[in-house]
């Protein structure tokens, strides 16, 4: 145990750069509509706009919206998949003071009413032009079809007439732009309240430390409902005047030509993409990628382990860089750097503005070295969860401290994650991280995605493991069985290993462990 609490907020210049933010979202494409009109802005298979162009559509839209009956602090939730309509409503909701409640049109109908009436929309639009999804949730609510200024077709759900506005706050710190309900939730939605100065926060950071210009297009594949590609991929890119290539969907083959054609600087992605780039690459006979354009791969959102890390940087000649977040916070809390990328899985150093510590179960920090619970206090820190306020002062006490809930050791100032706390596997009374399993798993040629859970069984918990494999492997579970034995100890190995066609997976590539651990406790 150590004396003194280890706090860690790396030097930067987060205030001054804080300074120079605008006061709401849809504003970071001001200086850029001035200045440069004519560059690029958004873009997707049919269609680019200009930053001339998105402010003068940004404003039509904005109008409309209120003729509408959008008041300022309504919630106004956007079905879509990823598209240049999407990104233009969730700037113009901005502009008109509302907030957006942006959700991904491949949830179910269950999950999309659900949100609908937890977060009180007074209107949901739907990008029926791009999504086929959307456009049966569309049909489903009775929207009525209609062409909207600058966009193009549109559906609008009927006016909530009933709901109330949120107060407004002049503080750009206070005022939420953005309610995201959180993936892989059970039960009752939970939705994250997201203030302007958040979102831009992380989005300065990412431009400061991702060195983001006007010379940048990002692939824009991770979804705009996640916060991902909310804050560090659309917001991060209108901040800094690059452009966005919008796809609603990722598929290898369509990811690679697009980063070829579309001469993209910048490839963010979940690990599950950047594997099925590698398979697909192998299947083809691809030994190394021809993409001298880009310029920066990252991954975030799952586990990234050394097996996969080191194949991507073979086939793209190009360092895969590594992050944390979570959505409370907007999302990014560590970082690695461009100029220093890692050989390890670590996922790099707190981004400055954030405060870190790891607690043990006792609530005391932990020596270095050893695992704790990630707690943060950080600019992009969630004003709380929507009409839940017991819920955020289970996370947040009262010094301003967020409990992430997620487990990780720090060395020389740079943080690993070990897992979440709840899925935290106690074996015979020792403690098993499932990311450390996975990453065994995950290193056999064969396996494309692993995934652990734990299972209870009277007085203990067993290791159950789920593969998918590569297509037309005929690997067994007795040979994974063995290949882990030879790497682990006892008590990490699995009891019991299920393969599978493909795992459950959210729209980013998440696999829904949920899922997994409620059918393995059924398979006993």
Sequence with gaps: MVDQ???????????????TLPARIDQVIQPWARRT???PALAEADRTWTYGELARNLAALCAWLRQQDVRPGDRVMVVAENC??????????SAAEAWSVVVNARLSAREIDLIRDHSGARRVVYTVAVSSDARAHAERHGAAFLDAPGVGPLALGPLASVV??????????????????TSGTTGAPKGVMLSHRSILFVAGTARAMRDLGPEDRFYGVLPVAHIVGFATVLVAALLSGASVY???RFQPEVALATLSQQRITRFPGVPAMFQRIREHCALTGVARLDLPQLRLLSASGAPLDLDLKAGTERLFGLPLHNGYGITECSPTIATTAMDRPRRDDSVGEPIPGVELRLLGPDRRPVAPGEVGEIHVRSPGL??????????????????????TGDLARMRDGALWIVGRSKELIIRSGFN????????????????????????????????????????GAATSVEE???????????????????LLDAMPTNPTGKILKQHLARQAATQR
Excluded: C
Aim: glycine content about 6%; proline content about 12%.
């Design 84 to 93: 240049v309509a999407q990104a233009a409503l969730v700037l113009a909701i």
């Design 37 to 39: 009109p004519d560059a």
């Design 246 to 248: 919008l796809a609603p």
């Design 5 to 19: 609490e280890p706090t860690f907020s790396p030097e930067g210049g987060a205030a001054a750069a804080m300074a």
């Design 164 to 181: 109330l506005p949120e107060p407004a706050a002049a503080d750009p710190t206070k005022q939420v732009a953005v309610l995201l309900y």
């Design 480 to 498: 994974l069985a063995g290949f882990a034995a030879g790497r682990l100890a006892p008590y990490k190995r699995p009891v019991e290993i299920v």
């Design 382 to 403: 969630m004003q709380g969860y929507y009409r839940a306020p017991e819920l955020t002062a289970a996370v947040i006490d009262a010094e301003g401290w967020f409990s």
């Design 432 to 471: 098993v991280y499932p990311p450390e399993v996975e990453a065994v798993l995950n290193a056999h040629p064969d396996v494309t995605l692993s995934a652990v859970v734990g299972r209870a069984v009277p007085g203990n918990e067993e290791v159950v493991a789920f593969v998918q494999l590569r297509p």
